[in-house]
């Protein structure tokens, strides 16, 4: 990817292979939005390219895992290792803004998305499906995947559902949300310079 001003782009990369998954992921915090995602589960697909477009944080992930078995293991180690490749990126976290929030309309859904780039990770969920699956992914797993990028990442996450009906509205609205409050998080301070956003001097712990 093209630097600016002699500024690193801020990249990360991931593999991550076990006996139930096989995972290769790179991401660019500077790109814009550009994406190249299969983990074989179609609907996760798409949210993950809604993240990247939205968040302008460029993701190349592809999966093979044991969906023979279920959808839980794609799932849950594509999410880790995307948190991963995250904090990889983010460095010593030095000039991002650090927080993000967003309220993230679609027709009848209302979703309010609130983090913190904080090294603690926490997943606070307030949201609800009234449908098993979404295409063919399992909608109980839509939880665990904020939990795992938000545990790899290091992230406290808020995320709140405040109405909505239509259950594809519900998580695209969710995924979108959580994509511009990374935009705000990820993206430098010019007032901040290289400055760790923190009076510790270091973020986690």
Request: aromatic residues 6%; proline residues 2%; charged residues 20%.
């Amino acid at each position: 990817m093209a630097e600016t001003h002699d500024i690193p782009a801020r990249t990360g990369s991931v593999e991550r292979n076990t006996a139930e998954t096989r995972i290769a992921i790179a991401v660019n915090l500077d790109g814009t939005g550009a994406y190249s995602v299969s983990t074989g589960i179609g609907f996760l697909d798409h949210m993950v390219e809604q993240f990247s477009r939205h968040s302008l944080i460029d993701v190349t992930m592809q999966v093979e895992g044991d969906l023979h078995v279920d959808q839980h293991h794609t799932t849950e180690d594509s999410a880790i290792a995307l948190g991963q490749a995250i904090a990889q990126s983010l460095g010593d976290k030095g000039g991002i803004g650090r927080y993000g929030t967003a309220y993230s309309p679609m027709d009848e859904t209302l979703s309010r998305v609130a983090l913190d780039i904080s090294g603690r990770p926490f997943l606070v969920w307030k949201a609800k499906f009234t449908q098993e699956k979404l295409g063919e992914w399992d909608t109980e797993l839509i939880e665990h995947w904020f939990h795992s990028v938000a545990q790899s990442a290091g992230l406290t996450l808020h995320i709140e559902l405040l109405y909505g009906t239509n259950n594809h509205h519900i998580c695209e609205s969710i995924y979108k949300g959580f994509a511009r409050a990374m935009r705000q998080a990820v993206e430098r301070d010019p007032r901040k310079g290289s400055a760790i956003p923190s009076t510790k001097g270091q973020l986690g712990g």
